[in-house]
């Protein structure tokens, strides 16, 4: 399993900005889908998950309002859909995979088992 990550950029604070993440696996609809982060100098964190059915997601408190998770299982991929951004949510974001046990939204990276490359959201105040 693949994971490619794009969408990232340079976007003003209150900007937008769609990050996808395509998944090379034949059968995408089994897997779990997460969005995680990585800030300079700080630990990877948890941004939003959803279910291999795309009914149940979850997100971090920090994102809750501004950022929505999907997926089209027909195209294999997942986005995160990012408004009113902050300067705060600058990092690299990742996609991960879970390719068992798909009916949760996982929110532990331990519960990841395929990861993407990232892709580096800025953000300028």
């Known amino acids: 399993v693949q994971l490619q990550a794009s969408g990232g950029g340079l976007v003003q604070a209150g900007g937008s900005l769609r990050l996808s993440c395509a998944n090379s696996?034949?059968?995408?609809?089994?897997?779990?889908m997460g969005w995680f982060r990585q800030a300079p100098g700080k630990e990877r964190e948890f941004v939003a998950a959803?279910?291999?059915?795309?009914?149940?997601?979850d997100n971090a408190d920090s994102v809750r309002g501004r950022f929505t998770i999907s997926r089209d299982n027909a195209k294999n991929t997942v986005y995160l859909q990012m408004n009113s951004l902050k300067p705060e949510d600058t990092a690299v974001y990742y996609c991960?995979?879970?390719?068992?046990?798909?009916?949760?939204?996982?929110?532990?990276?331990?519960?990841?088992?395929?990861w993407g490359q990232g892709t580096l959201v800025t953000v300028s105040s």
């Open positions: 991960a995979a879970r390719s068992y046990g798909g009916g949760y939204a996982y929110t532990d990276d331990k519960d990841y088992d395929y």
């Open positions: 696996g034949r059968t995408f609809i089994n897997y779990a």
């Open positions: 959803i279910n291999r059915s795309g009914y149940s997601t």
